[in-house]
């Protein structure tokens, strides 16, 4: 069974730095897995998604985020650069077994609970 568990998301001031952690079990490792985030009354946006060969960031994240994974075992990672007060929300992790790298929130069928990041400016 599949479970997605977010922490590291806090309050920070714009130009900040943050590290987000999910802490992944029953994951295979040739699992997509994701960050998507949604701030309240927005759809769910695709920030970086990875699989074991590649990655895939969001437009306005690119050059700034950082998504890796150390092995079958270690976290998902999110490292946050050069924070904006348009990067705060709610930040999911979630995973599925892919073919592709997809940063639909469609395309994934696992999601954790959420863990909030606030960039105050």
């Known amino acids: 069974q599949v479970q997605l568990v977010e922490s590291g998301g806090g309050s920070v001031q714009a130009g900040g730095s943050l590290r987000l952690f999910c802490a992944a079990s029953?994951?295979?490792?040739?699992?997509?897995m994701a960050w998507f985030l949604q701030d309240p009354g927005k759809e769910r946006e695709g920030v970086a998604a990875?699989?074991?060969?590649?990655?895939r960031y969001g437009d306005s994240v690119k050059g700034r985020f950082t998504i890796s994974k150390d092995n079958a075992k270690s976290p998902l990672y999110l490292q946050m650069n050069s924070l904006k007060p348009e990067d705060s929300g709610m930040y999911y992790c979630?995973?599925?077994?892919?073919?592709?790298?997809?940063?639909?929130?469609?395309?994934?069928?696992?999601w954790g609970q959420g863990t909030q990041v606030t960039v105050s400016s």
């Open positions: 990875r699989s074991g060969y590649s990655t």
């Open positions: 029953g994951v295979p490792y040739n699992y997509c």
């Open positions: 979630a995973a599925v077994f892919c073919d592709w790298v997809s940063l639909s929130p469609n395309d994934y069928d696992h």
